[in-house]
């Protein structure tokens, strides 16, 4: 190992319309994502019961009762119809970051996951507040709390998604780009010792993994999700 790159997603196929469209791994990725959430729901809800549920039920019904809390808590009671969507979100952030740990690219260190999932959410965000407002209280929101500062109200409010998008992208990249800088390292260290196989390798970016992989995973969908919240939370002040 002389040398280390860091690039984007390979280009898994291409699709013979409009001149080609790739296809890159992250694509893939997301479907089989995906699936498994589908998957994984199907299992949970299966043969449903209220005499004897079963203990995939019971985790089931606890994780709904946890997000549906949680949005009752952070957007109100009159905002629980985004709890499917806030779920969602979640469930779709974290697996597609925890792939990492079978060893396959994560999937939100490719920009352009994060920045769509920013500006859907935007896309939200943005309806909310116009159903909220209405169509005047929205353009006058950019006023408060004095007019001479609506310039800055706009670029805060495009600033938005750029933000949200590159946040989670940042986070996940940097720490996929720290792990493979470390094993590089330490590659290089096992030779320089005198050792044929980089065995300073082993034991070592596992536990860096966890963190990486998974702690980081879970704090950055639960951040996001957060913040989605609050923006559409905030929308009715």
Do not use: C
């Not at 729901?41 to 949680?70: C, D, H, Y």
């Amino acid at each position: 190992m002389s040398s280390i790159e860091v690039n984007g997603p390979k280009i898994s196929f291409k699709i013979p319309i409009f001149g080609g469209i790739n296809v890159t791994e992250t694509v893939i990725l997301q479907w089989i994502v995906m699936l498994f959430i589908m998957g994984l729901i199907l299992f949970m809800t299966s043969g449903l019961s209220k005499k004897k549920p079963k203990k995939r039920q019971i985790l089931a019904e606890m994780a709904v009762k946890s997000i549906n809390n949680m949005v009752v808590q952070n957007m109100g009671q009159r905002n629980i119809r985004y709890a499917p969507y806030i779920a969602s979100l979640f469930t779709f952030i974290l697996f597609g970051s925890l792939i990492s740990l079978t060893g396959l690219r994560s999937m939100t260190a490719d920009i352009n996951v994060t920045m769509t999932l920013a500006m859907v959410t935007f896309s939200i965000i943005t309806v909310h507040k116009f159903k909220a407002n209405g169509l005047f209280g929205y353009f006058k929101s950019y006023t408060k709390p004095v007019a001479v500062i609506t310039p800055i109200n706009i670029i805060s409010e495009f600033a938005t998604p750029i933000s949200m998008g590159f946040r989670l992208f940042g986070n996940m990249g940097g720490g996929m780009i720290i792990s493979m800088l470390i094993i590089y390292a330490l590659t290089i260290a096992s030779h320089a010792i005198g050792f044929s196989i980089p065995i300073l390798t082993v034991g070592i970016p596992a536990i860096l993994s966890l963190y990486f992989d998974l702690f980081v995973s879970v704090i950055q969908s639960f951040v996001f999700v957060m913040l989605t919240m609050v923006y559409i939370g905030s929308a009715d002040e």
